[in-house]
Structures are given as C-alpha cells and as structure tokens.
C-alpha cells in the first residue's frame, strides 16, 4: 500500500466516523503533516517503560491495521518490543509484525532470534507459537532458517509443536517453491505421525504442496481412515477429500456391472430411472452380471467407507457434504442412499449453506434421482426463499420428475406460476417445459397448461411459456395446429423479442399446417420489420424464405419487400442473411447450384431440443468442491481421476515395521506378510516380540510359514479378505454372501496354522515359564492332561475327545488360559464405567514411552522374565489366599438355550497380537445333543476396536466344556465389543465389557525410573490433565500394605513397583508414609499408567494416578478408590 | 483456503480487513459489490463470486457480509461453515454480532481472527479453547483492566487445544452445578388454501446450558428415541453410544452449546396447532382489497398457543391497510410492504380475528396472487413430536447437580398459501 493510498484510507476512515477510540483523536484524518505527528506519539508510547502504554499504543496501530490503514512507518519502534514480557503486547507485535514484514524486510531481521529462541522453549505453546510467527513472516532471506525450525519441530516430542510444523510447510512453499522437495520429506514423516492432532494439518499441506505424490497416502491409508473421526472437524473435510481422491486411482469401480447396465440404458431417457426405482429388478439384474463378473471390494475400500459413515451426523456442514461427496463418488449405488438424509437436514441451515448444498444435490439427482425421491416435499418453495434457492429447488424438483410424483410436482408447480417473484416464474415454465419433454405421459397436459399461460398478463410469463412451447411443438407438431395458430395471434400482443422470434421461427416451420395464417403474419411483420430487434427480424427473413418456398404465390411479393427491408439493414448479420436468401430462393440466370435444394435446406426436418439439466455431466468435477460449484476448474483443483482399469497392487498399503526393530531380515520379511491385517502400531510393539533369543525357538512353529512365504502370505490375504468382508457382511447383497461362503472355507487354513504357530509358542512357553505355571490352575492342568478329561473348575463337567483334530484346536485353547496370577477381579459392576468412556486412542508417541516400549516389549521372553520378576515382588499378594479370576458371564445357558458361556481376562499377553487383551472364553454344553461349528461372526466394534477370533469348535459334544482365548483390542477404551457366537443352528448377540483395571498390563519400573517417568509426565505435557489425586480413608480390611497391594492388583492388571529399600521384605513396614507404587500401560496404545498411594496415619491414604489418557486415569481411580475403602 | 476476511456493513463501507497471508487490495470488494448491486436483496447475493484473479465467497449475516477471498480450491461450504463459526464467536464473546460491537472490539476481533486461522486454515475455532486464550470483555473486566492497566489477554496457556476433550476446560468450578436442557422443536409447514397440509415436518434441537464442575459425564436418555428419524450432534456425544443404545453421552462443554439437533420420523403425522381460515380479495375496479384472516387452536394437546403472529408481505401496489383486529394489535409498514398482525395468546372461547379493507396504488392492475400468510407461534412446555428427556444421569463426580428440562414448540417456516 502506498503512502497516497493510506492517506485517503485515512481521510475515508475519519469521514465515516464511529470509531470510539479515535474520536478524541483529533490528528485523525487530520493533514499529512499531523499524520507523522500522531504516529510520534504512538512512538513515545512504544518507547516508555510503562506496560500499559505499550499496550495502548499496540492496541492503536491493530485497529488501524484492522481498518486497512497504513502503519508501516512504526515498524521499527514496533519490532523493538518483540521480547516485550507483557504477553500481550507480545501477541500485538506479532500481529504487527506478519503483516508488515513483508515490505519492511530487513528490520524484520532483527527479530528473527527472539523467535529462534522461543523454538528451544522448554513449554511446547512457545515452541510452537515462536514457529507459528517465524513461519508467517514472508521474507526469502529466512527460508533457511524456517527450513530447519521446520524440520526440527517436525520431530517435536509435543503433538501440538509437529501440528504447527505442518501448517507452516505450505507457508514456506507458498514463500520458496523450490523447498519443495525437502518439504516432502518432512510431510512423509509427518504423515506417519499416529496423533489426531496433526492429521488434519499435514493433510492440509500435502494437498497445498504435493498432493500429486499419492504415493504418499499408501503407508498411512489404514491409519487416517481409522484416526478420521477423533480429528478436529476441518481436518476431517481436508482428509475425506483426499482420500476421495485416493480411492479412485487405487480401487475398482464399485458400481462396475451396474454401470455397464447404465450406458445401455442410458439413451431411453427413462431407462437409468428405471433401474434406480425399482430395486429388486435392478438387484436381479445386477446379481445376475455379478455371476458373470464377481466383484469383490477391496477391504480399504470398504474400510473408508464404513469410517466415514458416522460423520454424517457431524454438525459441521462442510464434513457433512465432504462424506456425502465421497459416497457419491466411491460407494456401491445400493450405499449411496444413506447420504441423502444428511444432506436434506443441511437445507434447514442458513441460507449460503443451502444454496451449495442444492448445488450438489441438484447434480446428484441426475445421476442418481432414486434417492432423494423420497425427499421430495422437502424442496417445495416457499415465497419467503431467496430466489437463487427457489430456483435451485426448483432444479431439483425438475429432476426428481417422474411419471408417478408428476402430478403433485405439477399442481406445485402451478402455486409458483402465480408467484410475484418473476424470475422464478419463468424458472417454473422452463421446468415445467422440462418435465414436459422428460416424460411423455404429460406431455399434452403441460402444453395445455403452458397455453393457458399465454393469455397471462404478464409478459415475461407470456414470452417465456412460447419460448417453451416451441420447443415442445417441435416434438410432434402434428397435432397442435390449433395451438400455433393461437400463438399466430399474439405476434399482435408480445412484445418480448425472444418470443416473437419463437413464435415466427414456428410458424414458418410449420406453414404448411396453417397455410393461410402464416402468409398473413408475414404481411403483419412486413409492415413493423424495422422496428424489430435484430433477431426478429433474422426470423422475419427465415419465415419469408420458407413461406416463399412453399407458397410463392401469395408470398412472393411480400418476400422481396423483406429481402429489400433487410439489404438496407443497419445490422451486418441481417444485410449478408438477406443477401444470402436471396440468392437461394429466388431463380435467377446465374443462380448457383445450391437453389435446387433450397427447399431442402429451409424445410429439412429439424431434431427436437433436448431440455436438459444445467447440471448434467457436472459431476466430473469433484462435488463439494469449488470447481463444481462454479462448474469451471478452479486453481489447485485435483482432477478426479476415473476409476482404474483394475486394481493397482493392494499390498502397498500394508505397513512395514518400523527402522528401529532390530529384526533379523528374514525375520521382518516375515512379519511383513504375518502383519499384514493390523496397523502400523501393532507391528511396533510387535517387532521386538520375535527378535533376540526367542527366534530359535518360536521358528519351530513359526518359522515355517516364513519359509513357505509365498503360500504364507497368500492365505493370509484371503483371510483378511474375508475377515473384512464379514465385517460387511449386513451392507453387502445377497450374492455376495453366497460367494463368502465359498470364501469362507478358505480362512480356515491359515487359521489353523495360525494356530498351530501360537500352539508351538505356547508349548514353548511352558517349558520356560514353568516356575510360574506351578503356581498352577486347573486350566494348566487341563493343558497338561491334552485332551484326555479335564475338569473345568466352575463347570465341572466330563469331556470327551474324539476328533483328532479338535484336540489340536483344544491344544491351543487350553494353553493360552492363564496361570492365575491370584489378582482379583474387580467387583464392580462393569456397567458404570463404560460411561466414562470416551473414544479415545490417541497413542502419544512421545519420546519417554518409545524406550519404554524397547524395555517393556511384550515379547515373548521378556514377559517371562517379567513374570517372574512380579513373582519375587508379589511375593506378598501370592501369599494371601485370593480367589480366583473371577468369570463373567456372556451367555447364559438359559438364552443360550443350553449353551452357558463365561468369560474372564485371563490378564495373559495375547501373543498373537500384543495390542488386544486375552479373553479367556469358556462354552458349557448343556444340552443333550452336541452343539456344532461354535464360531464367531459380524463383530460390531467401534471403530479401531479389532477382534482375533478364537479357531472354529467343531463340535461340543453334550455335556462338556471347553475354554478357548480371543484377543480383542479395546482401544483402551471401555466400550463393549459386541459380536454374535454363531452355532450349527443359532446367533447369539453377546458383548464384552472390559473394566478399566483389564486395558492395561504390568510394566516393570525401578523406583528411580518411575520418579522419573511421573515427572516427564508431568511436566512434559498436559500438566494436570494426567494426574488424578484422591485422598481417600482406607477400608477396614486394607490398613496394611499388603492389603493395599492385593486390592490394586486386583483391580487392575499393574504390576507392584519395588521400591529402593526392598520395604517390602522387611515386614511389619515402617509405619512412615509407606508408599506403594504400581506401575503398567495400556494394551492397545502403551500408554504408562502409574499408581501411587501413600499411606497416611489413621487410616487416611492418598491415592495418585497419572496417565497420559485422561478417561482411563479417571475411571482407574474410581475403580481402586472403591477397591481400597470397602 | 482463506486468505482475507473484509467485513462490509450494509452501507457498503468496509470497516474491517485481515489477511492471513500477504495482503490483498480491498479494490477486490469491488467484484462483491457488483454483484450486491446485481442481486438487490442481500439474500439474492450469490455467496460465491468469480473475480478475474480472486474467488470471493460470503456470508450475509446480522446486517454484515462477511465477505473471504480465496484463491484456489476449497470446498465452499467449508469457508461458509467457517464464516458462520466467525459471526457466533463474535455472538458469543460481544453478546451480539453488530458492526458497533466489532468496532468497540476491534482487537479483541483481530486477536480472535488471529487465533482462528493459520495461514488460512482453521486452528482453534472451540470457543473454550479462544477463551482461555483471550478472555471476552465484560464491564468488570474493562474496569478492572483500565484501572491495573492489565490485561484480558490469558495468562495461562490454553492447555485445552492439547486435551482429548478440546471442548471443555479443566478446571471449571461453580459453586450452584446446574444443567438445564431445552428441548425445543420447529413445525415447518406448508398450508394450502383449504387448510390442507401440503407439508409438515417436525425439526428439534436440545440445547443445552451446562455448568457443572470438574470434568462431569453426562448421559442423557429419552423415552421415546425411535421418534428421532435424523440426528446430528455436537462432536462431545458419543456416536457409537447413541447408535447401540439411543442414549447420548457425552463430556459437556462449559456453557450453552447446543447438544444435537434432530429431524422427526417423517411417518408420523404433525399435528397443527393452528388453523387459519382467511380471504384475501382484489378487487379490479376502484383499486381495493379485502382482507379477513381468523386463527384458531386446533391440535394443541391442552396447551395455550402464545406469541402468534402472522406475517404478510404485502404485494407492491397494495398502499395501506384499514383493518380492525378483535384481539391483538397490526401494523403495516407501506415500505417494505408488510402486515404484522401481532395477537398473542389463543384462546377457545374467542377467535381473534382481523377484518377489514386494503387500498390499492390506482390505475396499477391488480396483483394476480395474493400473499401467503407466515404465522408463527410458540406454546411452552411441550414437544409437539411428544419427544421426552427420560432421564439424565451424571458420572465421573460426586455432587449433585441441579437438572432442569424445558420443552418449547415453535412454529419454523410455517407457511399459509393463499
């Protein structure tokens, strides 16, 4: 902005007066002289020592900023105060500074370090704020510099420190595009990052700044679809939108038979309608090329789509829309349907969000018209409606036309007719036209209508029913030679020039059915020719021409006084069209060739006017966007590219482990295919599982599958087909189903051998830990018995094997139930705490909990070890005589008619996949015949939750029992996992419901390390967010330590933390501030959980939980609170 | 995404700019006011607009256009949604969004706008979040702060934008822990001039205003969810939670917030409260009207219909009204061409009705449609879809806290043709 241009900013802000804070300004507005004047006083201001004054001045020079006036000449007085303590006048300078940078270059300079200083604060807020302003000053001297605070921030261990890394990247581009590449790399490693919090953002900036490298999503596909719906809501619409963009070039084209049909169809108008109205033909039809040409949906594909669907019920419009688009443009059209309800909600929103949302329904009604249909009277007008609405509404009611809602569309249609809002009113006669010609049966009702309309008084109404009318004439002029001749008539009265030209162009088209008007109109145009528009009076040549050709001898005359009215015309196009005519029409000596045809050419039959949607064919753009709604690309628009040809490879979007797994490279191509259906953090934890000395071991059962690789992981893949695709199963048609029984079968291998592998392990398992085992349940004794008969101990029922191959299956079920660690379960009722349960996974990888992983990997081994590290530290819980774990019940045997089914966390690490929580699972026959094919199908989970079901039973002979181990993954949440239990004959619903105490396992801390966690806990991040104190009296029975010990435990799956002076071992303890401490993290996240509790004097205690996950850390606290006072 | 931001009165005058990025010319505002001009009705302002090298897209609300320059791709509902996110934030922290609260708040404004958007793109827009960063003026507070020379800028970091519940603070404390929910539902309807219903909806929102202490969770349960056909819900509630069990639970927002909004099952009939019997004439010669409007009660469940008022947009030659109303007071505005008819509560015994003659401007033809009537109403303490709160029930603290429900039906877009 230049100093004049201020100068009448402040001579045009001083006229319009109203500014409070500057009416007893009197330089305001004043000359340029006293302009300097008063801006020395700011001056002064900035300068003195006084806060207060500063802050005066500041506020000042923003709302001069705010009210477009210059300020620039301040600069220097203003970046003095960069380091300003008072922390606003600190937030005002920057706000000065990002704007004024940029042309005050070099004095920005000065306070580039004042930032480079904040980016090394120990809080993250000035971390990230000193980067936000770093990044937002656009001068090309410091992109160094933003390059490398970038860069380090990326690697930020604060979530919100990378969240502002990814939003200055395309500041930075936008400032320095040839930074491009390096911006890249830290985009792929922020693309990784597992937190909500920077999703959004570093979606944002991939789309700002490469988003053609789509090869960038491959890795982190799974991981955004299941993050998407805990993301902040703007981040939400940013990654729906890629990921729109994703699914086309990596899936196949859901819809792929269906639209084979379509093109068929689609030259009968009414053909694509058909197939959308009626359901059950069209699903015949589609079964029945789905015999021919299976299509099978990729399991990501499927997965975007089931994620997304609960953001539907978002509040934010734009997430709304952005899930409808994606619908639209990836689902099967049977799925498309859901979206239509969402977006009818959205028209009851203000105004601007209506008129976009109407944009896009209004191309969607196109294409797919059957679903919105239901929604008609939602798009009735009302006169109250801005009229760029009525017209849009109107749009969509034209579309949604068909022969069974014509008749209430047109009775509404003829309440907008009498409307006073003109524009609307030919909006209306143009749809009305258009239903005319989409659907034939009212075809003769509509034109009768329209005629009626001619005798309207208003002529705009008049004009534009001709206008429509012609067109439908032009469909079967035949029969309405009365109506022409009625239109004949109003040459008289029209005065619209659009009008009179339609009614002439008819006319002279049809003279021969009104042979003796139409030379009398002529005559009529003849005298007012030049008084005429330009393009009446080309229609006024048109019509003689063709009167001549069919009726020379009345018209002759009357043509070569048009044709010399024209000659002399003003307008060139009329001069030339008149000399032109003439030439052809009228014989003369040298007359061309072309006169012989002349009839030919001017009475040839002319093709019917397609009425058609101005929407039609918009939605090759992406909807929602931009682009269509302006139905032109605008810039940075990302083509939707088509769906491809077939499927590029599925694979790259499985996750590799990560670099820092030291696995042997046999063993991680291993894991690679083993891995392959679960996500990228489940495969961190489980890298260290299968490193170090257990390799040699596990290879015995394990090992096999990586030799036989390829076979390997092919059976893997199917089953994760099928897994997913029983996941979706309740959406799918029937022939899918069909064909996942066929599928079906084939699961069953890598099942078994999956089994077989976890069986070596467990086998494996028991040799080492056999120290512990002795502690001995009866579910190890029921493993050490095989198959022979076994007691179960709250069932006590004969078991029987026969079958081979069920004694394998029992192998493996049997081995995994736990030894019983003698912690209780707890005894509260499981309902209240799922209350408390938020979806929240958001796993935190901070630094702290990255080695704590290395040391606490739940790897087989060292869980071992660590076993029986807790053995010697709990040495007082084992002493005490505790009960059992105790087993809820998921079926009873009454519902279950005969099959009971219990349950219990069996508080084991569930080895095939560290991140879900074993659920020992026991099934009691009690019927009098055997119960078959027990399995589980169609788990109902939350999203994130993940189920490994347990191997197929076979059979349950009568009377007997049997225990198998499944392992869900919570999400370190509290939510239930619903699922149904399938036998030969009958589905049961059943869900389970963990408490809080069972998300978490032991981890193994010194004393020293545990301080040490609690403080980076507790200073790193959040502050008070994750520590929970409760002062508390102790219960009766749990005055000691011991007691305390035993009642935490059994509340929650902690492990007891030793303390430094081995307290523990010296019995009675010192009755000082005795101090328990416990530690553990959670299953699905490894989030630390510890535990504190002080005892006091007089049986008071303290009782302190810290955990990074605020829900889990509440409801724990509830949970022990109760335990340690009852 | 979003470049600049002008807010522009309904004068025309641009009272206030910010850019997000590098800056750009206000002469931009030039396209917008074409096109303003263009549309006559700040409705008719097409909220997005083409300019040569800019795409302008606004929003007309409380008297302001809130008008954005983009300059490439983004979805404009997103921009919308974010212009409306803007004006509420200026609701929530003036008490109104007026151009005299803006200006009064200038900095307070451009702080918000500051925080609101990085580089064009959306960072903090939770009002718990911008509150603990920038704390709203009140009296006290300006006082206070004139006096000390402090000021209401937060000293604290907002830990909120770091939290797992973004939407709440830590730390809240009240000494009175209260809830209360309103259950509040619109009839939109359109009536033909028989009295039949050409359309009816019912469309609800509970909204609630929350102020407990701690970091309560609520669960709230209706008797009768299977009415609610269409839901959308504040990001607190716990989607899956509704979808297994139709119960909402949820970690509050401090404050009002509203909760969810639903859509009625579309199988139920709605029943109209009023009915309306009406004439409205022209006549051809001696340029006059007749006009005769009569409400009365009809299903409204032993509730008073209060607040009725019927609105008529009056066609343009229609001059001024000579009408006498047996109950309740009308005026007519010959400007802007409206009948307000303002009669307050129905009651059975006595119809109010409104009678009398309407001059036309002479020798102009007569209008070809008479006016629709827009009637709106209120009658407290019921949900007219029958939607009632079961019960609700707090977890995660120990006091209790004070409950209160209040249902209110309202008439939305409720339309007699005539």
């Given at each position: 902005?230049?100093?004049g241009?201020a ?5 045009g802000?001083s006229?319009?007066?109203?500014e ?5 300004d009197?330089?305001?507005g004043?000359?340029?002289?006293s302009?300097y ?13 006084k806060?207060?004054?500063k802050?005066e001045a500041?506020?000042?020079i ?7 006036k210059n ?10 105060n960069?380091?300003?303590?008072n922390i606003e ?9 990002v704007r ?21 604060d120990?809080n993250q807020?000035i971390?990230a704020?000193?980067?936000r ?22 690697s930020?261990?604060s979530?919100?420190v990378?969240?502002?890394?990814a939003?200055a990247i395309p ?5 320095d595009p ?5 911006l890249?790399?830290v985009?792929e490693?922020l693309?990784?990052?597992k937190?909500?919090?920077?999703a959004?953002?570093v ?5 700002e700044?490469c ?6 999503i ?11 719906i ?13 990921l729109t963009r994703?699914?086309?070039?990596q ?9 084979l049909?379509e ?10 309608d ?5 359901d059950e ?7 029945a090329?789905a015999?021919r ?10 997965l ?13 419009a ?8 994606l619908?639209f443009?990836?689902?099967?059209k049977a ?6 309800k ?6 009851r929103?203000h ?12 191309t969607?009604?196109?294409k797919?018209?059957g ?6 009277k ?11 609405i ?12 068909n ?14 007719i ?8 030919a909006a209306t006669i ?5 239903c005319?010609?989409?659907i034939g ?8 209508g329209l ?8 002529e705009?109404?008049v004009?534009e029913?001709?206008?429509v009318i ?5 469909m079967?002029?035949?029969?309405h ?6 239109m004949a008539?109003l040459?008289?009265?029209?005065q619209?020039?659009?009008?009179r ?9 049809y003279c021969e059915?009104?042979?003796?008007i ?6 009529k145009?003849a ?18 021409a063709k009167l ?5 001898k ?7 006084y048009v044709?010399?009215?024209a ?6 196009d009329?001069r030339d ?8 029409i ?7 060739a ?9 009475l040839?039959?002319?093709p019917?006017?397609?009425l058609e949607?101005?929407?039609k064919?918009r ?6 966007s ?15 590219p088509?769906?491809p ?8 979007r499985n996750?590799e482990v ?5 696995c042997?490279s ?6 690679k295919?083993?891995?392959k259906p ?9 890298g260290p599982?299968?490193?170090?000395d ?11 599958g ?6 390997a ?7 994760e087909?099928s897994?997913?695709e ?12 069909k ?6 079968i ?16 467990e086998?494996k398992?028991s ?6 085992r002795?502690s001995?349940?009866?579910?190890e004794s029921?493993e050490?018995s ?8 709250s ?7 026969s ?7 029992k ?5 995994k139930p736990p030894?019983k660690?003698?912690k209780?379960?707890?005894k509260?009722?499981t309902k209240e705490?799922s209350?408390l349960?938020l979806?929240?996974?958001?796993p935190?990888?901070?630094p ?5 992983n ?5 790897s ?14 709990l040495?007082p819980?084992?002493i005490?005589?505790?009960s ?5 019940e998921l079926?009873h045997?009454?519902?279950g ?13 569930f ?9 020992q699972?026991?099934?009691?026959n ?9 399995h ?9 939750m993940?189920?490994k079901e ?6 349950l ?8 181990v499944?392992?869900?993954d ?8 619903n699922f149904q239990l399938?036998?030969?004959?009958r589905?049961?619903?059943v869900?389970?419901q ?5 998300l978490m396992?032991?981890a193994?801390?010194t004393e020293n ?9 507790l ?18 029975k ?6 305390i010990?035993e009642?935490v435990t059994?509340t929650a799956n902690?492990?007891?933390v ?12 010192p009755p000082?501030?005795p ?5 553990g993290?959670?299953v ?22 810290n955990?990074?996950k ?12 109760q335990?340690?006072?009852? | 995404?979003i470049h ?8 025309g005058d641009?009272?206030l700019e910010k850019?997000?990025?590098?800056v ?15 549309a ?10 083409r300019t040569p090298?800019?795409?302008?897209i606004?929003?007309?609300?409380e008297?302001i256009?809130f008008v954005s ?12 949604e ?10 929530d ?7 005299a609260?803006i200006?009064?708040?200038v ?5 918000l706008l ?8 959306p ?14 003026p009140?009296?006290?507070?300006s006082?206070v ?13 907002p ?11 830590v ?9 209360y929910?309103?259950v509040?539902e619109?009839?939109d309807?359109?009536?033909?001039k028989?009295?039949t ?8 929102v509970v909204?609630a ?6 970091m309560?969770d609520l669960t709230l349960s209706f ?13 607190c ?11 909402l639970?949820f970690?509050p927002?401090?404050g009002?917030?509203?909760?969810m909004?639903?859509?009625?099952n ?14 409205i ?12 409007i009569?409400?009365?009660?009809k299903q ?10 019927v609105t008529?947009?009056?066609?343009k ?8 109303a047996?109950q309740g ?5 010959p400007?802007?061409k409206?009948?307000v008819w303002d009669i ?5 015994q006595?119809?109010?009705n409104?009678k009398?003659?309407?001059s036309l401007?002479?020798?102009a033809p007569?209008?070809e ?13 019921l ?7 079961n019960?609700l ?16 039906t ?7 043709r005539?």
């Amino acid at each position: 902005m230049s100093t004049g241009s201020a100068f009448n900013d402040e001579k045009g802000g001083s006229s319009s007066t109203g500014e409070p804070e500057y009416g007893h300004d009197p330089a305001s507005g004043g000359i340029f002289s006293s302009d300097y004047k008063r801006h020395d006083d700011l001056k002064e201001m900035l300068d003195s020592n006084k806060d207060s004054l500063k802050l005066e001045a500041m506020k000042r020079i923003v709302a001069m900023i705010a009210r477009g006036k210059n300020a620039s000449d301040l600069f220097p007085a203003v970046v003095k105060n960069v380091a300003c303590k008072n922390i606003e006048v600190k937030k005002l300078v920057y706000v000065y500074l990002v704007r004024y940078a940029e042309e005050q270059q070099d004095l920005a300079l000065l306070s580039i370090s004042t930032f480079q200083r904040g980016l090394k604060d120990p809080n993250q807020l000035i971390r990230a704020s000193a980067l936000r302003v770093l990044s937002s000053i656009r001068v090309t001297i410091i992109v160094p510099i933003m390059m490398l605070a970038i860069k380090e921030a990326a690697s930020d261990m604060s979530p919100y420190v990378r969240k502002t890394a990814a939003h200055a990247i395309p500041k930075l581009y936008s400032l320095d595009p040839e930074q491009k590449d390096q911006l890249i790399e830290v985009i792929e490693k922020l693309l990784a990052d597992k937190t909500t919090l920077v999703a959004g953002s570093v979606v944002m900036a991939f789309e700002e700044v490469c988003p053609e490298r789509i090869d960038l999503i491959h890795k982190n596909y799974r991981k955004l679809c299941n993050l998407l719906i805990d993301v902040e809501e703007w981040g939400q619409v940013v990654i729906i939108n890629m990921l729109t963009r994703y699914a086309r070039t990596q899936f196949l084209n859901p819809n792929i038979n269906e639209s084979l049909l379509e093109e068929g169809g689609e030259k009968a108008f009414y053909g694509s309608d058909d197939d959308d109205e009626d359901d059950e033909e069209k699903k015949a039809e589609a079964a029945a090329l789905a015999k021919r040409k299976p299509y099978v949906m990729d399991p990501d594909h499927r997965l975007l789509l089931r994620n997304t669907k609960p953001l539907l019920q978002s509040r934010n419009a734009a997430v709304v829309m952005a899930v409808a688009q994606l619908y639209f443009h990836l689902a099967p059209k049977a799925e498309v349907g859901v979206i239509a309800k969402a977006l009818v909600r959205l028209m009851r929103s203000h105004s601007e969000v209506q008129y976009v949302v109407l944009q896009n329904v209004a191309t969607m009604t196109i294409k797919r018209r059957g679903m919105f249909e239901p929604y008609l009277k939602s798009f009735y007008i009302r006169s109250t409606d801005p009229t760029q609405i009525k017209i849009l509404k109107l749009e969509v009611l034209t579309n949604l036309a068909n022969e069974t809602n014509i008749s209430t569309i047109l009775r509404e249609f003829q309440t907008y007719i009498k409307s006073m809002d003109k524009d609307f009113v030919a909006a209306t006669i143009q749809a009305i036209g258009r239903c005319a010609t989409n659907i034939g049966e009212v075809r003769d009702t509509c034109l009768n209508g329209l005629v009626q309309l001619l005798s309207n008084r208003d002529e705009l109404v008049v004009a534009e029913s001709v206008v429509v009318i012609k067109k439908l004439l032009q469909m079967q002029p035949e029969q309405h030679s009365d109506i022409i001749k009625h239109m004949a008539k109003l040459t008289d009265n029209i005065q619209v020039p659009m009008a009179r030209a339609s009614i002439l162009w008819l006319i002279g088209e049809y003279c021969e059915h009104v042979p003796k008007i139409a030379p009398d109109v002529l005559r009529k145009m003849a005298k007012t020719f030049t008084n005429e528009e330009d393009i009446v009076k080309l229609q006024i040549i048109n019509l003689a021409a063709k009167l001549y050709l069919t009726n020379s001898k009345q018209t002759k005359l009357l043509t070569q006084y048009v044709l010399n009215l024209a000659k002399y015309d003003q307008n060139y196009d009329i001069r030339d069209r008149a000399r032109f005519i003439r030439q052809l029409i009228v014989p003369t000596d040298k007359s061309g060739a072309l006169s012989k045809y002349a009839k030919k050419l001017f009475l040839a039959l002319k093709p019917a006017p397609v009425l058609e949607s101005p929407f039609k064919d918009r939605d090759h753009f992406q909807l929602g966007s931009l682009s269509h709604l302006l139905n032109t690309k605008a810039g940075g628009y990302q083509e939707l590219p088509d769906w491809p040809e077939s499927a590029p490879d599925p694979s790259v979007r499985n996750v590799e482990v990560p670099e820092w797994t030291k696995c042997t490279s046999r063993k991680e191509r291993k894991e690679k295919k083993v891995e392959k259906p679960f996500y990228s953090d489940s495969e961190g934890e489980s890298g260290p599982t299968e490193s170090a000395d257990s390799e040699s071991d596990s290879g015995s059962g394990s090992e096999s599958g990586s030799e036989e690789s390829g076979s390997a992981s092919e059976s893997e893949e199917s089953e994760e087909e099928s897994e997913s695709e029983e996941e979706e199963e309740d959406e799918e048609e029937e022939r899918t189903k069909k064909k996942k029984k066929i599928d079906k079968i084939k699961p069953k291998k890598p099942e078994s051998a999956e089994s077989e592998q976890s069986s070596g392990e467990e086998q494996k398992r028991s040799r080492k830990g056999g120290k512990e085992r002795r502690s001995g349940s009866e579910s190890e004794s029921e493993e050490e018995s095989e198959s022979e008969s076994s007691e179960s101990e709250s069932e006590s029922e004969e078991e029987s094997e026969s079958d081979a191959d069920t004694k394998k299956k029992k192998k493996t079920s049997a081995s995994k139930p736990p030894p019983k660690q003698t912690k209780k379960e707890s005894k509260r009722e499981t309902k209240e705490m799922s209350l408390l349960d938020l979806d929240d996974f958001e796993p935190t990888p901070s630094p702290q909990v990255t080695p704590i992983n290395n040391f606490l990997s739940n790897s087989l081994v060292t869980d071992l070890e660590g076993l029986s590290l807790t053995d010697t530290v709990l040495a007082p819980t084992t002493i005490a005589p505790s009960s059992s774990v105790r087993m809820h019940e998921l079926l009873h045997r009454i519902t279950g008619e005969g099959l009971g089914v219990e349950y219990c966390f069996s508080r084991q690490p569930f080895s095939p996949d560290p991140h879900m929580v074993a659920v020992q699972i026991q099934f009691t026959n009690n019927t009098s015949s055997e119960t078959k094919s027990l399995h589980i199908e169609e788990p109902k989970l939350q999203s994130g939750m993940r189920i490994k079901e347990f191997p197929e039973i076979e059979v349950l002979p009568a009377g007997e029992s049997v225990n198998v181990v499944m392992g869900i993954d919570f999400c370190d949440s509290t939510q239930a996992a619903n699922f149904q239990l399938c036998t030969h004959t009958r589905k049961f619903f059943v869900s389970i419901q963990p408490p809080v105490g069972e998300l978490m396992m032991p981890a193994f801390l010194t004393e020293n390390e545990f301080k040490k966690e609690q403080e980076t806990l507790l200073n790193g991040q959040l502050m008070g967010m994750n520590e929970i104190t409760e002062k508390l009296t102790l219960g009766e029975k749990c005055q000691s330590d011991h007691a305390i010990i035993e009642r935490v435990t059994a509340t929650a799956n902690l492990s007891r933390v030793p303390c430094g002076s081995d307290k523990e071992y010296s019995p009675p303890p010192p009755p000082s501030s005795p101090v328990s401490r416990f530690a553990g993290k959670t299953v699905s996240s490894g989030s630390l959980v510890l535990v504190t509790v002080v005892r006091k004097e007089g049986g008071g205690a303290q009782l302190t939980v810290n955990c990074e996950k605020m829900v889990i850390g509440t409801m724990l606290v509830k949970d022990i609170l109760q335990a340690l006072t009852q | 995404m979003i470049h600049s931001l002008f807010l522009i009165n309904y004068a025309g005058d641009i009272f206030l700019e910010k850019h997000w990025k590098s800056v750009i010319s206000r002469s931009v505002c030039d396209y917008f006011f074409e096109a303003q001009e263009k549309a006559g009705e700040p409705d008719n302002v097409p909220p997005v607009i083409r300019t040569p090298h800019h795409y302008l897209i606004n929003i007309f609300r409380e008297k302001i256009f809130f008008v954005s320059v983009i300059q490439t791709e983004v979805p404009p509902l997103f921009v919308i949604e974010f212009l409306h996110r803007v004006a509420e934030m200026f609701q929530d922290y003036f008490g109104e969004c007026s151009e005299a609260a803006i200006k009064d708040n200038v900095v307070i404004v451009y702080e918000l706008l500051e925080e609101m958007l990085d580089n064009g793109f959306p960072l903090a827009t939770e009002s718990n979040i911008l509150k603990e960063l920038i704390k709203p003026p009140t009296i006290l507070r300006s006082m206070v702060n004139t006096i000390t020379g402090s000021s209401n800028l937060g000293e604290t970091l907002p830990t909120g934008q770091l939290s797992s519940v973004p939407w709440r603070r830590v730390g809240v404390k009240y000494t009175n822990n209260e809830a209360y929910f309103d259950v509040v539902e619109e009839i939109d309807a359109i009536l033909d001039k028989s009295g039949t219903t050409v359309f009816a909806e019912i469309q609800g929102v509970v909204d609630a205003c929350v102020k407990l202490t701690g970091m309560p969770d609520l669960t709230l349960s209706f008797m009768n969810p299977r009415l609610l056909d269409d839901v959308s819900f504040h990001p607190c509630v716990r989607f899956k939670r509704w979808e297994s069990e139709k119960v909402l639970s949820f970690i509050p927002p401090d404050g009002n917030f509203r909760l969810m909004s639903y859509h009625v099952n579309a199988q139920n009939l709605v029943a109209i409260p009023v009915y309306v019997k009406q004439n409205i004439n022209f006549f051809d010669s001696g340029s006059s009207g007749r006009l005769d409007i009569t409400v009365g009660p009809k299903q409204t469940m032993g509730k008073t219909v209060e607040n009725v008022i019927v609105t008529i947009h009056m066609p343009k030659v229609v001059l001024s009204a000579n009408l006498t109303a047996t109950q309740g007071t009308y005026t007519y505005d010959p400007v802007t061409k409206i009948l307000v008819w303002d009669i307050g509560k129905l009651t059975q015994q006595k119809l109010p009705n409104l009678k009398g003659s309407l001059s036309l401007q002479s020798g102009a033809p007569k209008p070809e449609e008479n006016p629709s009537l827009n009637i709106d109403l209120k009658i407290q303490q019921l949900a007219i879809s029958g939607l009632k709160v079961n019960r609700l029930d707090m977890y995660g603290e120990k006091y209790k806290p004070f409950k209160g429900v209040k249902y209110v039906t309202k008439a939305g877009k409720f339309q007699v043709r005539t």
